[in-house]
């Protein structure tokens, strides 16, 4: 069975430095993994997906994740965070060949003035 | 090309009445999933739904919640005699079939159910 572990539940930093959101999955086959992020009421937007092609992912809004299989991790990065990255992330595996996806409990970002 | 959408966007019921949340899919997306959010907690699966078919309903939980994805029409998730426990955050998201099965799913808006 495919699951996904957030080792933070909150994270908080100041604007301008780096953000390390944390992820380690586990899947019995090569996963498909993603981040999204949901800001305050909002819907789910899809910041990246790793589907066995490069293992450094880029995604959206200078954010980028690692796909490290010998650690099982799934890590999302950002050099410099902006204010307006404060949300919730979830990391997410797909289960199967349904593709239904498996979330991980969320991180909240909060990004300080 | 319009995103999903999902109406209502804020549904409130009494404790023993209906619930009927749509979703209209991206258009060429024949897949459809239903997840909840419930307070304070990440993203549950609940189905999955071809045009006509329910493919994977291991989420669901057993009594009172249905879905249904016609063939014409928008997809609906109902749930019968509502209890203050279902009240929760409902989102649906579509995708497109491509070769290897369902792939990258787009989320919409979703319905924030309210039991009271």
């Known amino acids: 069975a495919q699951s996904v572990t957030q080792l933070d539940s909150h994270v908080s930093v100041s604007e301008g430095t780096p953000v390390l959101l944390r992820c380690n999955y586990s899947s019995s086959y090569s996963p498909s993994l993603f981040w999204y992020v949901q800001h305050p009421n909002k819907g789910l937007q899809l910041l990246l997906k790793?589907?066995?092609?490069?293992?450094l992912v880029k995604g959206i809004n200078g954010f980028e994740a690692e796909f490290k299989k010998s650690e099982t991790s799934f890590h999302l990065t950002k050099p410099s965070a902006h204010m307006s990255d404060a949300a919730e992330y979830f990391c997410?595996?797909?289960?199967?060949?349904?593709?239904?996806?498996?979330f991980g409990q969320g991180t909240t970002l909060q990004v300080k003035p | 090309n319009a995103g999903v959408m999902q109406n209502p966007r804020h549904l409130v019921r009494r404790r023993g009445q209906e619930a009927r949340l749509r979703c209209s899919p991206m258009?060429?997306?024949?897949?459809v999933y239903w997840y909840r959010q419930l307070p304070e907690e990440g993203l549950k699966f609940m189905v999955y739904?071809?045009?006509?078919?329910?493919?994977?309903e291991s989420g669901m939980p057993k009594e009172r919640f249905s879905a249904e994805f016609p063939k014409e029409g928008p997809s609906i998730l109902r749930i019968q005699q509502v209890v203050r426990g279902d009240s929760a955050a409902y989102f649906c998201?579509?995708?497109?079939?491509?070769?290897?099965?369902?792939?990258?799913?787009?989320f919409g808006p979703g319905t924030r159910l309210t039991v009271l």
């Open positions: 790793y589907t066995s092609a490069a293992t």
């Open positions: 739904l071809q045009k006509e078919n329910i493919i994977d």
């Open positions: 998201a579509s995708s497109p079939w491509e070769a290897g099965g369902p792939n990258e799913q787009f």
């Open positions: 997410v595996v797909s289960g199967g060949n349904t593709g239904k996806l498996i």
């Open positions: 258009k060429g997306h024949s897949h």
